[in-house]
């Protein structure tokens, strides 16, 4: 009898949970409606940001509502977060994979995945009254594709890329978390020309095959990962901290429900703090056994 009260009592903290969930329509593009959903915490402190969340999978596949992804959600909201997961176009899918010589897909997939974040952002700003919402205090978060996306977002923001009437040209986001992430340029090294990159906090697995933990190079073409990136943010001064995992791979895209902790702390100290310090550290756990894709080739040989 303790055990079925018990087991109905998780059902009902879950449902509730899920119940917590509001679906909105940000935007149609291509005859594809785009949405998000909206996790509210119980927190009422102002100081704590939004968090948005974007779903990886190589710009081929993937869900904003997996749900793999309810546990970390649960503990951002717990710790006074909310949070928001969003669709985004997946311009791979269908399309072949990219390669070497051929990285024009990649990136316009990528191009997409970042518009559709900002038409998001750009939703949560103009109907707070509507999603109950302050998206004026962001951070931004994603795995794999959505790292990448992330932390190209900021790229684009920083360097006066981005396509007028997709969001205020004064909007800034407070912060940035990358599991697996890199970033794109079709015109040689990464910089941040225009202004300094939001606190960045970047997690990557030192043999990762699928997201480049190094660089990737083609004449002008840079696809710059976590390794490049911090020695660029080391060398100016910005605000960061990478996480390394040595000798894992992909798998790391995985471990925002096991960095939880580590990234409230990373927005605690870099966002609402303000703090302008530079954090780097590397770890090896031979204990850590995720299954994850082997490579790149393995993720698209299907598509």
Same mark, same amino acid.
């Given at each position: 009898?303790?055990?079925?009260?018990?087991? $109905?009592? !998780?059902?009902?903290?879950?449902?509730?949970?899920?119940?917590?969930?509001?679906?909105? !329509?940000?935007?149609? =593009?291509?005859?594809?409606?785009?949405?998000?959903?909206?996790?509210?915490?119980?927190?009422? +402190?102002?100081?704590?940001?939004?968090?948005?969340?974007?779903?990886?999978?190589?710009?081929?596949?993937?869900?904003?509502?997996?749900?793999?992804?309810?546990?970390?959600?649960?503990?951002?909201?717990?710790?006074?977060?909310?949070?928001?997961?969003?669709?985004?176009?997946?311009?791979?899918?269908?399309?072949?994979?990219?390669?070497?010589?051929?990285?024009?897909?990649?990136?316009?997939?990528?191009?997409?995945?970042?518009? +559709?974040?900002?038409?998001?952002?750009?939703?949560?700003?103009?109907?707070?009254?509507?999603?109950?919402?302050?998206? #004026?205090?962001?951070?931004?978060?994603?795995?794999?594709?959505?790292?990448?996306?992330? !932390?190209?977002?900021?790229?684009?923001?920083?360097?006066?890329?981005?396509?007028?009437? $997709?969001?205020? +040209?004064?909007?800034?986001?407070?912060?940035?978390?990358?599991?697996?992430?890199?970033?794109?340029?079709?015109?040689?090294?990464?910089?941040?020309?225009?202004?300094?990159?939001?606190?960045?906090?970047?997690?990557?697995?030192?043999?990762?095959?699928?997201?480049? /933990?190094?660089?990737?190079?083609?004449?002008?073409?840079?696809?710059?990962?976590?390794?490049?990136?911090?020695?660029?943010?080391? =060398?100016?001064?910005?605000?960061?901290?990478?996480?390394?995992? #040595?000798?894992?791979?992909? #798998?790391?895209?995985?471990?925002?429900?096991?960095? !939880?902790?580590?990234?409230?702390?990373?927005?605690?100290?870099?966002?609402?703090?303000?703090? =302008?310090?530079?954090? +780097?550290?590397?770890?090896?756990?031979?204990?850590?056994?995720?299954?994850?894709?082997?490579?790149?080739?393995? $993720? /698209?040989?299907?598509?």
């Amino acid at each position: 009898m303790k055990k079925l009260s018990l087991i $109905l009592i !998780l059902v009902f903290a879950a449902f509730s949970f899920l119940k917590a969930q509001q679906t909105f !329509l940000y935007a149609e =593009k291509g005859g594809q409606k785009l949405y998000l959903d909206v996790y509210k915490s119980q927190n009422t +402190d102002i100081k704590k940001p939004l968090l948005i969340y974007v779903f990886g999978g190589g710009f081929i596949m993937g869900e904003r509502y997996d749900k793999a992804f309810l546990p970390f959600i649960k503990g951002f909201n717990d710790q006074g977060f909310d949070i928001v997961c969003i669709d985004y176009r997946l311009g791979l899918k269908n399309s072949g994979k990219p390669g070497v010589f051929s990285f024009s897909p990649l990136l316009k997939s990528i191009d997409m995945a970042v518009e +559709d974040l900002f038409s998001a952002t750009d939703f949560l700003l103009k109907n707070p009254n509507l999603t109950g919402v302050n998206a #004026e205090n962001t951070v931004i978060m994603g795995s794999s594709a959505g790292a990448i996306t992330v !932390l190209q977002a900021d790229y684009s923001i920083c360097n006066g890329l981005v396509k007028k009437g $997709l969001i205020r +040209d004064d909007f800034r986001y407070k912060g940035v978390v990358a599991f697996a992430g890199a970033i794109f340029s079709s015109k040689g090294r990464i910089r941040y020309r225009k202004a300094a990159p939001a606190p960045t906090m970047m997690f990557h697995g030192t043999s990762d095959k699928v997201v480049t /933990y190094k660089q990737i190079n083609l004449l002008k073409w840079h696809f710059t990962g976590t390794k490049k990136l911090s020695k660029k943010f080391e =060398k100016h001064n910005y605000p960061h901290f990478t996480y390394r995992y #040595e000798g894992l791979g992909h #798998e790391v895209n995985f471990f925002v429900e096991r960095n !939880l902790e580590d990234v409230c702390k990373f927005i605690d100290e870099y966002v609402i703090q303000g703090k =302008k310090i530079k954090k +780097d550290i590397t770890v090896k756990d031979p204990s850590i056994k995720v299954k994850s894709v082997a490579n790149s080739k393995e $993720l /698209y040989k299907n598509n």
